[in-house]
């Protein structure tokens, strides 16, 4: 089984939503048995807390179950963990200074695998519920290719 763990800064909005999308696609994709996922955030803010209520309304909005509770990135997640997706690029910084070289190949951008545009994933925190609905756009595409770029090594 491979896992991979979705990072963001607070573990509230982007990372919990990646990781309910993801969840979402491999049950569909009848492939869960082979894949787990969970989520983190680089800061330690909202350790034990729910995800934000913006990002609990689009993933129901969008058919989906969200089932999380806020966690910090550890420098043992370097280990756990098969792939390890910021959603941007300080977040992605964060992590490679806490993880051991041989574990720092784990690490990706989530919008490396996005088909229309590379970057971060805008955080939107303190933004309105179309900013959420913009970020599960980029999740949904960019997980799909994730997916498929997975199977394609472990398959």
Same mark, same amino acid.
């Not at 979402?24 to 894949?35: A, C, F, H, P």
């Not at 792939?83 to 720092?104: F, H, P, Q, T």
């Not at 994730?146 to 398959?155: C, K, L, W």
């Given at each position: 089984? $491979? ?10 909005? *982007? ?8 969840? =979402? ?16 955030? /680089? ?5 034990g ?5 913006? /990002?609990?309304?689009?993933? $129901? ?10 966690k910090?990135?550890?420098? !043992?997640?370097?280990? %756990? ?9 300080? =977040? *992605?910084? =964060?992590?490679? =200074? ?7 190949? $784990? ?10 545009? !590379?970057?971060?994933?805008? %955080? ?7 900013e ?13 290719a ?8 472990? %398959?």
């Open positions: 089984m $491979k896992k991979i763990l979705f990072v963001c800064l607070g573990n509230i909005c *982007r990372s919990p939503m990646a990781e309910a999308i993801f969840n =979402n696609k491999v049950r569909k994709l009848g492939i869960e048995s082979k894949y787990i996922s969970d989520s983190a955030g /680089t800061a330690s803010y909202h350790i807390e729910d995800p934000d209520s913006r /990002t609990v309304e689009i993933v $129901k909005k969008n058919g989906m179950k969200i089932d999380h509770l806020g910090q990135f550890l420098k !043992k997640h370097g280990e %756990d963990f098969d792939y390890i997706i910021a959603m941007d690029a300080s =977040n *992605r910084k =964060n992590i490679l =200074n806490e993880i051991m070289g041989s574990n720092k190949h $784990k690490v990706y951008l989530m919008r490396d695998f996005d088909p229309l545009e !590379k970057g971060d994933v805008p %955080d939107p925190y303190y933004g309105e519920e179309g959420f609905d913009n970020v599960f756009k980029i999740l949904n595409r960019s997980i799909d994730f997916i498929n770029h997975i199977r394609s090594e472990n %398959d």
